[in-house]
């Protein structure tokens, strides 16, 4: 009010914070009305309304919307991250499948017979077509079954094959007996490595 005997002007709608009698915080607004008498600030009407809901419902607002505005932040980081996990990702599939491609097509084509068996089961989960020609038996015909179950090899020398695959993880350089389909007995040297792929054990 002295603002305005003053001769300053002032905001018609005050808002003050307030202590009640019983020690409460209060939030009051004053609505003030000024009198002139022959130009001069005579009196004043003021009118006080107890905003304490509305301006605490203010506040929780607000600070709700800080709590949602750093959650939005925190998400829009956890977002960009998984971006970055699912590129890396889909750039690991990427060079997989081409190893994967690249592997097929030097096993496919390779000019020595070859074949990849799953461990322990010790069957036939691919063969090569110079495996097809070798012994005479097509890539269905095999996979799903072990050389033994095939009948294409010697029961005491399959047997010698698995134990050293088993114990040294390897069996090279061995001369072995096989059966073409044609029931022709061969002779041929092979090279057996034990190998992991996506966590399964293959020789």
């Given amino acids: 009010m002295q603002q305005t005997f003053r001769g300053e002007p002032i905001d018609p709608f005050v808002e003050y914070k307030v202590k009640t009698k ?4 209060a939030y009051a607004e004053l609505h003030s009305t000024i009198h002139y008498q022959e130009g001069v600030p005579d009196s004043a009407l003021v009118v006080a309304h107890d905003v304490t809901g509305r301006k605490l419902a203010d506040i929780a607002l607000r600070g709700a919307n800080l709590i949602l505005q750093e959650q939005s932040e925190e998400l ?10 699912t590129e890396e990702l889909m750039a690991a599939n990427q060079r997989l499948a081409e190893s994967e491609n690249k592997y097929a097509l030097l096993f496919g084509k390779s000019a020595v017979a070859s074949a990849l068996t ?23 015909e095999l996979i799903g079954k072990t050389s033994l179950e095939a009948g294409i090899v010697r029961p005491e020398e399959y047997a010698v094959t698995v134990v050293q695959v088993e114990q040294k993880g390897q069996h090279h350089n061995a001369e072995k007996h096989f059966r073409t389909k ?3 007995e061969i002779i041929a040297l092979i090279n057996v490595d034990s190998l992991e792929i996506r ?5």
């Fill in 118 to 140: 799953r461990m322990p089961e010790k069957t036939f989960v691919d063969v090569n077509e110079a495996f097809e020609k070798l012994l005479g038996y097509s890539r269905k």
């Fill in 22 to 25: 019983d020690g409460r915080a």
């Fill in 182 to 184: 044609s029931g022709e």
């Fill in 199 to 203: 966590g399964e054990k293959f020789a």
């Fill in 76 to 85: 829009e980081v956890q977002t960009e991250e998984l971006k970055l996990q």
